[in-house]
């Protein structure tokens, strides 16, 4: 065995043994792009090996077939005990006790008995064929990992359904303060209005965002900030859709930079080609649409141009950390034209992380702010429910990719406790300032006021933990609110108690006291 672990590394294969003793079989260890899943992935299956197990590792893109493969090498796996499960793929070994397959060939071929399962990207388990492969292996007794960066599912539930435990390699912090990854320059503009746009599984609908980007711009001029901030520097952009991944790449070649153009269409042998080309810099920019957020790293790519806005978190997270790997000591840079660091926060912020669904509150929403009252409310609004006024959108040009005149600000790391103190600065300034209000007869100021400035002096939103303060209103507003929430909940099918819970949310108690 030539693998020497990382010190957290072993701590998380000392954390997933501790979990087996104990009688735990379906864990999730969740280490941030950089921190080496794939490493204790074969760490961990050459010394089931050794005591005898039979091991599948099962991943979705050919890269991390191979990559596993050399991986299991270097941990001391011999390749007479490893079979790949891949079409046309030479090393077929069907009776090896190491198997590492392709989820989309092994759903069409016979099981092999296993004793430890391990699954990549695993905040895929819940579709349907990774689904059926756990449960059924699970049901056989075996030990299920899985492995993943962004612990998300796209349509806010949880992963509780497959996983018991939720094991957390190591932070964002602690891998560049050790020097593992490397924190990036985050530049951002401001968020994009796609009101109307519609939302499923999590995120945008690809041909409704098609058709909203093609009358709204774009902050910032694409190839002038990449000029400006990250020339000659090897490049992934991530674009909307294929239509617009072209002409990114076309406009930087009649700018005079070496760009290319790669999506799911693209052949085999041509897509290997152009990345390496873009590895040995005859090309400085690959633009792509839905191929390079996964199963992707080259660690000589060191910037990002994100041109496509996002409600997921975790494909934020996965484009993002296709960046973040050191080489040569290069910063690291994110030009992000599609306003998702605004949205989602810095990919270097630590994160707190769960099984559970996630709560539908306004930290998970798409957010806007309405310029005649302040109120903060749903993007998917077209008339703010506050003041009545309408959200107007934006005319542009007739084709994807339109882009605005504005400048991307570059977005500073700034410690959480700080901005937890400036957030509740923010808040005792809104109280003082009700109270004004309220000695002069005036309607006092909607809680997003908080959100407001604090968007508007740091140019992200405020950390976990940061609540919007109680609603202040008269008791016949509230009445109002709460004859509302019920019948929301009656439409939805929901629970009696979820209108309750909505309302102590939003005015900081019970209905009770304002219920005749």
Known sequence: MSVVLRPYQDRAVQALRSHIRAGRRRLLLVAPTGAGKTVIASYVMARAHERGSRVLFLAHRRELIQQTWRKLVDAGSPTSAMGVIMAKDRRSNPTAPIQVASVDTLRH????????????????????????????????GATVLGLTATPYRADGGGLGEVYDVLEVVATPRQLIDDGFIVEPRVFSGGRIDL??????????????LAEAMNTTKLVGNIVD??????????????????????????????A?????????????????????????????????????????????VKCAILARPTKSTGLYLQQAGRILRPWKDQRAIILDHAGNALMHGLPQDDRVFS???????????????????????????????E????????????????????????IHPIPDHELTAAWDELVFRWRQLNDRRASAGRDPMKPGWVWHQFRERFHRRPPTGCRLPAEIATPERKREALSE????????????????????????????????
């Open 195 to 208: 009101s109307g746009v519609r939302i499923r599984r999590g995120d945008y609908v690809e041909r409704d």
């Open 225 to 254: 900030h990449w000029s400006r901030h990250a020339a000659g520097m090897r490049t992934v952009a991530f674009a909307v859709t294929v239509e617009h991944s072209r002409q990114i790449a076309e406009r930087f070649v009649a």
């Open 109 to 140: 071929r016979e099981r092999p008995p296993v004793d430890l399962l391990i699954i990549d990207e695993a905040h895929r388990s819940l579709a349907r064929t990774y689904l059926d492969l756990a449960s059924h292996y699970a049901e056989q």
């Open 485 to 516: 929430m019920i019948a929301t909940a009656r439409e939805r099918g929901y629970r009696p108690g979820w209108a309750v819970h909505r309302f102590r949310e939003r005015f900081g108690h019970g209905p009770e006291e304002i219920r005749s």
């Open 355 to 385: 099984l559970d669904p996630a709560k539908k509150n306004y930290e998970s929403e798409p957010l806007k702010v309405c310029q005649e009252c302040g109120a903060v409310v749903s993007s998917g609004r077209r008339i703010c429910p």
């Open 256 to 300: 005079g930079v070496p760009a290319e153009h790669l999506d799911g269409e693209t052949p085999m042998a041509e897509r290997d080609a152009i990345l390496a080309r873009l590895q040995a810099g005859e090309t400085l920019v690959v633009s792509n649409c839905g191929v390079l957020c996964e199963g992707w790293d080259q660690p000589a």
């Open 387 to 410: 003041c009545g006024s309408t959200f107007g959108g934006g005319e542009g040009e007739t084709f994807v990719g339109v882009e605005s005149d504005d400048e991307l600000i570059e």
